[in-house]
């Protein structure tokens, strides 16, 4: 057996490469750690024109599988839930208080595992057991859990590989003659054992880097007769650049546009890889970034199963049948079933359900596919076909089976996932989409037998127990989607990156305790007792060991560039906090690291500084705008004011946001109707006002379906208290004045009319009057209407008083009735603290108002806000898309 040893980048997998072309038409097999490594190699051989069996190049855990077809592996979710309910049973003192907090067992199976993976089960760890706190409790679950798994006929991958070499040693290879075990650096005794075996009956090479040969592997390696030969071929190391960044966002930023100057300069993107050592924080930020800036990338990561759309459909109809058909569940289910996303009659439903939710029941979800003469609507019958698919699980609650028949039936459920038939070429997305829903549906069923396992299977249990340990299996089940596509920047992690050798390569994200990753110590046995551990035999990892491996993924980072390695890191976290840069950093001679660019990505469409304003040209589309705007509010003028885009969505589309969810429907505006409402009710009846206000009040909160809580009881007491304040103090002289209140108006305005309401109109006998409208707003806000050149409602209204009810208008107030009673208007007797009434205003607004409407109706809808504060209010500000810079090159470089 022979050992071929070197640094990163010696050459060795080059050289094995060489020896299995020489011998591809012979019985030889290639082993390597990864499915992706052997799917790699294999690819490379193909492109090289060579024909060989799949098999020739396979991982490890699918050569010791052809030995060991009779055994049922212990896959990870299954050990998880079988220690959770082992350390349930066993029930130690020392972990009564950590039993139910949701990382405990986890951490629990982890610790077992890596012993197990060790090849040390519960009668080695009893004989040479370390002085641990825990060690005790731990070794109780552990032997209890060795004695579930044996009962149950479960193997876990140690046991599997232990039986696979003692299969190997006794039957020999199989007629395999040379065997080459390359891309491995961590070598526990299970798997050394298997490779052992395999020497004995055929030529074996195994190759490792000198940074994972520690002195006890070299000496177990020689003690098994392993040779040492060296290949020293070192290639040199490209000189890395390096830049630092503001955050983590502008750090891809700068990737991509440096990714974009490579392929500008001819270098594919397959020749490009991107290596990421914090996946959790950096994989999403990247996919972003990549996409936006139409890069084609290949993340080699796997995702949460319980994620996917089409596991969150079939676990959806279960949960939503469980909760009594929650209606907002319900919903959530047709949103992610194929051929409903973009289905308008959908979109419509989804606003009636979340307005009345909280509701449950199908009787009742089914009345809202209906019209008022109790028809199905235009486009709800395929609505209702797919209510009632998902209405023949009700029958389920009924049953009570064996797990494994709970499966079988659950495994129906992916026949309630069709996806529509495509009606035009498929693009590589919609393919990618559909293998991403297939290996989903395969793995949800994996996950149900999974479950089944983890259950006694001699006993029938409800559905409500075996869902519980469906999703538990559900929340620990990866997914990798297979995808084929050549020319891509691979995103990798840096255990994958060791496999690698690319000519361009970025690491990203040299931080500390980002990389070097931060490991916490283990919590059953600690560092002290873990080296003990390793004195006995027992090879579990300790802090040292985590260090070198950190250092090995570094260099090998460094090492899979051939031509270019860069650098970087955020100067800054996402509380604003600085970072440490990498210590690794600090140990290599680097040129001074530069800022990153601020870039953006090109718009779809380019558009030059000074160009002309977005209009609508179609005639027949400014038909229906004039149409549309045949009457006008003060409110919508102000709406175009305020900006063009806006006052488009809002009053020619009519577009609307998703009703609020139920605890949200307090909104500002919501108080302010109710406060509008009481006092419309109380002024001229007068009376307890604390009584019309309840009144008012409950009926609201019952109409929006509102939930009683602390929110809800908080607004009723501000409200109740402000209107009171306002009933005792207000100063208003009632008696002089004949009060009308909400009175509408149109008022014509040439081929317009504009329309409102006035809150109150108080006219003396000798017609004067004076316009009153109540405000619910901050003191603050009520007084800056008056300084507000956008706002019409006060001319409007004036003009309205005079034209449509024949009065004589001296002035108008706002009032504010929020936590104080404020006066803001004008009246040119100085009422109030009053602004003396703007010379010709009234005049001058009506000219204001018809050349606004002439605006609209010219199809003006150009997003342009005289207000950027106000943005922050509008429903639209995700859709408008303001573009004011200058466009130029692949990228727009802010600020240039």
């Known amino acids: 057996m022979r050992l071929l040893t070197g640094p990163v980048g010696s050459g060795k997998t080059s050289r094995i490469l060489d020896e299995l072309r020489a011998n591809l038409d012979g019985p030889v097999r290639l082993l390597v750690p990864t ?31 052809e030995w060991t077809e ?20 066993v029930n130690r003192p020392e972990f009564a208080r950590v039993m139910d907090l949701a990382g405990f067992s986890a951490s629990l199976a982890d610790t077992i595992d890596e012993f197990a993976s060790a090849g040390c089960d519960s009668a080695r760890l009893a004989v040479c057991l370390p002085e641990a706190p825990l060690a005790e409790a731990f070794l109780a679950v552990y032997r209890e859990l060795d004695g579930e798994l044996a009962r149950r006929r479960l193997a876990t991958r140690a046991h599997r590989l232990q039986i696979a070499a003692q299969r190997i040693a006794a039957e020999g290879a199989r007629g395999i003659r040379t065997v080459w075990v390359d891309g491995f650096h961590a070598l526990p005794e299970p798997e050394l054992s298997v490779i052992a075996a395999i020497g004995r009956h055929a030529d074996l090479t195994l190759t490792l880097n000198d940074l994972d040969l520690a002195d006890d592997l070299r000496e177990r390696l020689a003690a098994l007769g392993f040779v040492e030969a060296r290949a020293n071929r070192k290639r040199g190391r490209p000189a890395p650049q390096v830049f630092k960044a503001p955050g983590i966002e502008r750090e891809t930023e700068e ?8 392929a500008d300069g001819g270098r594919p993107y397959r020749e490009i890889g991107i290596v990421v050592r914090a996946a959790e924080t950096y994989v999403p930020v990247l996919r972003a970034t990549l996409e936006r800036f139409g890069i084609p990338a290949r993340f080699y990561f796997d995702q949460d199963l319980h994620h996917h759309a089409a596991v969150r459909f079939v676990s959806g109809a279960i949960d939503a049948m469980l909760s009594g058909w929650d209606h907002e569940r319900t919903l959530a289910v047709l949103r992610l079933a194929p051929r409903f996303a973009d289905f308008g009659a959908l979109d419509r439903l989804d606003f009636e359900v979340r307005e009345q939710t909280p509701n449950s029941g199908l009787a009742e979800f089914r009345a809202l596919f209906l019209d008022d003469a109790g028809q199905l609507r235009p486009g709800a019958d395929r609505m209702a076909r797919k209510l009632d698919s998902l209405a023949a699980l009700e029958e389920w609650r009924a049953y009570s089976l064996h797990p494994k028949d709970w499966a079988a039936r659950f495994q129906t459920l992916r026949d309630l ?20 829903q297939a290996a989903a549906l395969d793995a949800f069923d994996e996950a149900l037998d999974e479950a089944a396992l983890s259950l006694e299977a001699g006993r029938e249990i409800a559905i409500e127990p075996w869902w519980n340990a469906v999703k538990s299996v559900l929340r620990l ?25 690319l000519p361009a390569m970025f690491v990203c994200g040299l931080v500390e305790k980002e990389f070097p990753k931060f490991h916490t110590q283990d919590p059953f046995f600690g560092d002290a007792a873990r080296c003990r551990l390793n004195a006995a035999g027992v090879r579990v990892r300790t802090a040292a060991e985590f260090e070198r491996e950190e250092r090995g993924l570094f260099e090998s980072a460094l090492d ?19 970072n440490l840069k990498s210590l690794f950093l600090e140990e290599l001679v680097l040129p001074a690291a530069v800022d990153a660019r601020a870039v953006r990505p090109l718009p779809g469409a380019r558009r030059a ?55 949200d429907r307090l909104t500002f505006l919501v108080q302010g109707e109710i406060v509008h409402e009481v006092l419309r009710e109380w002024w001229n009846q007068k009376g307890d006002i604390a009584a019309v206000f309840e009144r008012v009040f409950s009926r609201v909160l019952a109409e929006k379906h509102v939930p009683f809580g602390y929110h809800s009881e908080r607004v009723r007491n501000q409200l109740l208290d402000d209107l009171r304040t306002f009933a005792a103090e207000d100063q208003w002289q009632r008696g002089s004045f004949e009060s009308r209140t909400e009175e509408a108006f149109q008022l014509p305005l040439d081929d317009v009319v504009v329309s409102g309401k006035i809150d109150r109109l108080d006219t003396r006998t000798d017609g004067t009057a004076y316009v009153i409208d109540y405000k619910y707003s901050a003191p603050q806000r009520v007084k800056a209407r008056l300084k507000n050149q956008n706002l019409l409602q006060a001319p409007l209204y004036l003009l309205a008083a005079r034209e449509c009810f024949g009065a004589r208008p001296e002035g108008m107030f706002y009032i504010g009735l929020k936590s104080e009673i404020v006066y803001a208007g004008w009246n040119d007797d100085g009422l109030h603290g009053a602004l003396s009434l703007p010379e010709n205003w009234l005049t001058d607004t009506r000219e204001r108002a018809l050349r606004i409407v002439g605006e609209i109706r010219s199809g003006r809808i150009e997003a342009a806000p005289a207000d950027r504060e106000n943005c922050r209010f509008c429903d639209f500000r995700d859709a408008c898309r303001v573009d004011v810079g200058q466009v130029a090159g692949l990228l727009r470089e802010e600020g240039s």
């Not at 899979?560 to 100067?571: F, I, K």
């Not at 589309?653 to 605890?663: G, H, W």
């Open 417 to 436: 996932f069709r996806p529509a038939r495509p009606t035009e070429p498929a693009t590589h997305e919609m393919a990618l989409e559909w293998r991403g």
């Open 35 to 65: 499915a992706t490594m052997a799917q790699h190699l294999q690819n490379q051989l193909a492109r090289e024109g060579r024909v060989f069996r799949r098999s020739a190049i396979q991982t490890l855990s699918g050569y010791v599988g």
């Open 70 to 89: 009779d055994t049922t592996e212990l896959t990870q979710p299954v050990l998880y839930r079988i220690t959770e309910e082992v350390a349930r049973r």
């Open 255 to 262: 990737i991509a546009r440096r990714i974009l100057e490579l």
């Open 477 to 501: 089940k990866r997914l990798r989607v297979a995808d084929g596509r050549r020319n891509v920047v691979h995103v990798l992690s840096a255990h994958e990156a060791r496999q690698w050798s």
């Open 560 to 578: 899979s560039a051939t031509m270019l390695v860069t650098l970087s890191w955020p100067e800054f976290d996402a509380r604003g906090e600085t």
């Open 609 to 663: 500084a000074g160009a002309t304003p977005s209009t609508i040209r179609d005639e027949a589309l400014l038909a229906v705008v004039g149409q549309r705007t045949a009457k006008v509010s003060p409110t919508s003028l102000e709406s175009f004011l305020q900006c063009p885009f806006q006052h488009f969505a809002n009053r020619i589309l009519k577009l609307r946001p998703a009703p609020a969810r139920p605890e």
